[in-house]
Every structure is written in structure tokens, then in C-alpha cells.
């Protein structure tokens, strides 16, 4: 009979896993001392200051315009702030915030532990960090996210972390911390905040997806300051019934781009510039505007080109006309239309109704199905001037900080090359454009201008699109539909006005 087997500790499952859990653990606890240390280290608090309205220059220093001329944010202390307001902050997000004295390090850590980010409640500091870090979405970002929290509330008191994110959080209307955010939405300052209006600040705080309890509303936030004993029965019962009944609100700004100099059609390029800046570093930094932005346009040509359409479109009541001017790289330097509406809704029509030869479709200048823009038709005598190369339409030129030091310069970019031995062909069957001048014409000592007119007399409209060695015009006139074709033989006529008005100098 043989004895019973002695198992080797070393082979024991059970031995193994507890073996396995404490390397876990002390590797964790070295990563985060590490990442505190290194990532931590290199967290410090913002430096904050009240918004700049992001003014926009032409390419000679005249200004064109500003961005979000409203008050997007300005910095308070909480001595500042109406201490309801701070109440209601607390008990929506984080009630034992200022009243801990300690580090949570279970908390921060069980994320990385469950890859849960999401769902575990979040502290202030946290979101503060969130405001720009986004919630975390992997265990690294999570452990570095536990990493700066430490690191900050061993360096600040969490007054401060709660001040500095009360002076950023993002609270609708293009408002940013407590102060612009009361004066937007109530029209005065975060001192003067009355209770209904604290909890419904701190309801949207806690709608943002960084928050911890998206689910508060105002009147739960307000019933949870009545059961902790901030505020009286009779002001629960009082703001409990404004709530409910809604709210007054100030109104909202009309836009959010105010133009410097008015009725000479400024608003279409100053959006595009706005869109291009959005693109290139997001809204939220356009909104708080602590830059500004020399444009491509050029203000004195888009004067003079605003006189010659308006001139054009008073010789008759129903008339309309709309221009677009780019320079040799396709830098917008004018664009005009006498209706009020943007150039780059102005559809010309189908790229076969449009186009000169079935070619420009083949060689893919034109979509076959998409209609032809005001603006793509200046792009397209573009290509045909500069021998095939295609650059990407823009209106930034520089932007600069506050002090004045360039933050970016915006070149010109190519985006496309096309067969020039084709497109040399396509460019043969333009026709020379001449003015009355002489100034514009084929012959040697004139400036030559190639191009085309088309015109649809069903929807009563004209256009004409030509190059010179410098710029790229497109031209659209709007007229009464069914009109006889004698009444679009003019187009060619304005174009070279606006060809000698672009090369007077010359």
C-alpha cells in the first residue's frame, strides 16, 4: 500500500495565484510611484485669464472682423462665486470633495484594475483633468490620469483645483466657467446667481459626458441642497416652482462673427475663415479667441468689387450677381454677392451644362453627377492657368498669440497634378477676353485673359470663368428666368471690368 502523495509547494495552483496577485500588486504600486513621479510631475495647474475676442486682419493689417465678441470666459475666485453655487456644484458632482483631507488612491486605481473608465464616479479633480484629457479609455490613460490626480492634490488645495475647474467647465452657449456662463444664460455675474439658477448651472455640469451623474436636473440638485439643509423650506418651495415653470433666459447672440466694416458682403469669407481655423484647432480654442488671424482677402480689392457688382445688379430690380476672386495659389482674396446670401451656395448647374467639353469630366476636372459651384468654377480656371496643378482654396494666412508671436503660417498646399499636355489642349479652346481699355486683350503689352461663359436662360442666370497669369475669377448674374440670351451677352463685359480692376496697377 503506498502512502498519500505530497504535492511540491512550487506546483500548488493556489500558491501560484497568490504568488501572481502579489507581483501584481507590487507592480502596480512601483508604476504608479514611476508615472507620479515622471507623468505627475509634469501636471500643473493652468494658467487662466478672461477671453480675447479673435480678430480677423486682411492681408494688410486691416481688420475685417471678430469671433465670439460675447464674454466666453473669465476667471473667478470662490470668494467670488455665490456660495450656493458652490453648494450645488458639490452635491451634484462630489459632496465629500472639500470636506476629505486624504488621497483616494482605491478609487483611481480600481479602473485600471476592471477596465471600466466610465461608469465609476468621477472627483472633481478628475474632471478637471478630463477637460482637457477626455475620460480615459485604456488602462494607461487611466493610470496616468491616477498618476496627475495624486500629483495635484499633494501639490494644491483642492479649493484651488475646485476654483480652476469652475473657471473652465464648459456650461453651453459657447460659455466656459461660472462667471461668462451666468452672464450668458442670466445675464449676471456668478455672485448674484439666485438658487434655481445655481442648480440649474451645476445640472449642466453634470449633463457633460465627463460628468459622474448626467441623470441630475435642476430640481434634483435643488431637492438635495433642501434635504442637506442649504437652503430653507420656503426658498425650496419658491425655486421648486420657478424651475418647474422654466426659467428666464438672455437672449442669444444673433451670430458669432461680427464683421468690422458692414455692407460691402464681408460675412462669406469671414465663415470660411472661421470654418478653416475650427478645422485646424477645433471651436472650442475660436471661441475663447486668444489669437488672432491675418486673412488671404485683400479688403480694398473686395471694396472695389462690391462697387462694381452693386453697380451691375441696380440696372435691373430682379437682378443678383456674385463674385469669387483667388489669386495664383488659391488664396481667396474677394467675394462678393449683391443678395446677401453666401457664394458657396451658388450651384451653376450639371458639369455637362457648365463644362466647355465632355473632357473636363473625363479628365476628371468635373464630377459627372455633382453640380458645378460659383467657387469650383474659379478653381477649376485655376488648374487651367497653372498648367495642371491644383492647390487647396484657403483664407488663412498667419495666426498670432496675444503677444504677438506667430502661431502658425499657412502656405499653400497642392493637392492634385493633372497631365499638362491635356490640360493644354482643354486650355486652347478658351477665348481671349478684351475690355474697351485696351488694358485686357491678346495682343503683346496687354494682360491676356482666357475664359468662358455659359448661361442658362430656363433659370435665368449667366456665368463666366477665366484666368489671368495672377488671378482666377468666377462670375454669376442672376436675372429674371426665360429671359432672351441678348440679356446675358454682357457677363464677358463685367468679367473685364473686374479684370482691369484686378490688374490696374500692372
Not at 435642476?218 to 422654466?246: F, N
Not at 428666464?248 to 458669432?256: A, K, L, V, Y
Request: aromatic fraction near 8%; proline fraction near 4%.
Amino acid at each position: 500500500m503506498s502512502g498519500p502523495v505530497v504535492e511540491e509547494p512550487g506546483s500548488s495552483p493556489r500558491f501560484s495565484w497568490w504568488i501572481w496577485l502579489y507581483l501584481l500588486l507590487v507592480t502596480l504600486i512601483f508604476s504608479c510611484g514611476m508615472l507620479v513621479r515622471t507623468v505627475g510631475a509634469s501636471t500643473d495647474l493652468s494658467s487662466l485669464s478672461s477671453d480675447n475676442n479673435a480678430a480677423v486682419y486682411d492681408r494688410h493689417g486691416l481688420q475685417l472682423g471678430l469671433f465670439h465678441p460675447e464674454t466666453n470666459m473669465v476667471p473667478v475666485t470662490l470668494e467670488t462665486m455665490a456660495p450656493i453655487l458652490i453648494d450645488a456644484v458639490l452635491v451634484s458632482l462630489d459632496p465629500d470633495y472639500l470636506a476629505a483631507d486624504r488621497i483616494g488612491v482605491w478609487p483611481l486605481v480600481r479602473p485600471v484594475l476592471t477596465g471600466d473608465f466610465a461608469n465609476d464616479p468621477a472627483s472633481i479633480t478628475q474632471l478637471y483633468l478630463r477637460l482637457e484629457d477626455r475620460t480615459p479609455n485604456s488602462r494607461r490613460m487611466a493610470l496616468q490620469e491616477a498618476s496627475k490626480v495624486i500629483h495635484l492634490e499633494r501639490t494644491y488645495p483642492r479649493e484651488a483645483l475646485l476654483e480652476q475647474y469652475l473657471s473652465r467647465v464648459p456650461l453651453g452657449r459657447n460659455a466656459f466657467g461660472v462667471e461668462a456662463a451666468s452672464i450668458s444664460w442670466f445675464g449676471v455675474s456668478s455672485r448674484d446667481l439666485e438658487i434655481g439658477q445655481a442648480a440649474y448651472l451645476a445640472a449642466q455640469m453634470a449633463k457633460t459626458d465627463l460628468a459622474p451623474n448626467p441623470g441630475n436636473s435642476a430640481l434634483t440638485i435643488l431637492t438635495r441642497l433642501y434635504e442637506a439643509g442649504m437652503v430653507t423650506e420656503e426658498e425650496y418651495l419658491h425655486h421648486r416652482k420657478i424651475l418647474s415653470d422654466g426659467l428666464r433666459f438672455s437672449d442669444i447672440p444673433e451670430t458669432d462673427i461680427n464683421p468690422a466694416v458692414s455692407g460691402v458682403g464681408l460675412m462669406p469669407a469671414l465663415e470660411r475663415i472661421y470654418d478653416e481655423l475650427s478645422d485646424h484647432y477645433g471651436r472650442e480654442l475660436v471661441i475663447k479667441g486668444d489669437f488672432a488671424v491675418v486673412s488671404t482677402v485683400d479688403l480694398e480689392l473686395q471694396l472695389r468689387i462690391a462697387e462694381i457688382a452693386d453697380e451691375v445688379a441696380e440696372s435691373s430690380l430682379s437682378r443678383q450677381v456674385a463674385v469669387v476672386i483667388l489669386d495664383d495659389r488659391n488664396q481667396l482674396r474677394a467675394s462678393y454677392s449683391t443678395g446677401g446670401f453666401s457664394v458657396e451656395d451658388i450651384q451653376l448647374g450639371s458639369s455637362r451644362d457648365v463644362g466647355w467639353s465632355s473632357d473636363l469630366i473625363e479628365h476628371g476636372l468635373f464630377s459627372e453627377t455633382a453640380e458645378v459651384s460659383l467657387v469650383q468654377l474659379a478653381e477649376l480656371h485655376s488648374v487651367l492657368a497653372r498648367k495642371g496643378i491644383k492647390f487647396r482654396t484657403h483664407a488663412v494666412l498667419e495666426t498670432f498669440d496675444t503677444s504677438g508671436e506667430q502661431v502658425d503660417r499657412f502656405s499653400h498646399e497642392e493637392i492634385q497634378i493633372f497631365d499638362s499636355q491635356k490640360i493644354s489642349e482643354l486650355s486652347k479652346q478658351l477665348d481671349d477676353l478684351s475690355t474697351i481699355d485696351k488694358k485686357i486683350g491678346p495682343s503683346e503689352g496687354q494682360i491676356r485673359v482666357q475664359g468662358k461663359k455659359g448661361f442658362d436662360v430656363e433659370e435665368g442666370m449667366a456665368w463666366y470663368g477665366g484666368t489671368s497669369r495672377r488671378f482666377g475669377v468666377a462670375l454669376w448674374v442672376s436675372d429674371s428666368p426665360g429671359q432672351p440670351t441678348e440679356k446675358f451677352v454682357g457677363v464677358d463685359r463685367v468679367a473685364g471690368r473686374i479684370f482691369s480692376e484686378l490688374h490696374r496697377d500692372d
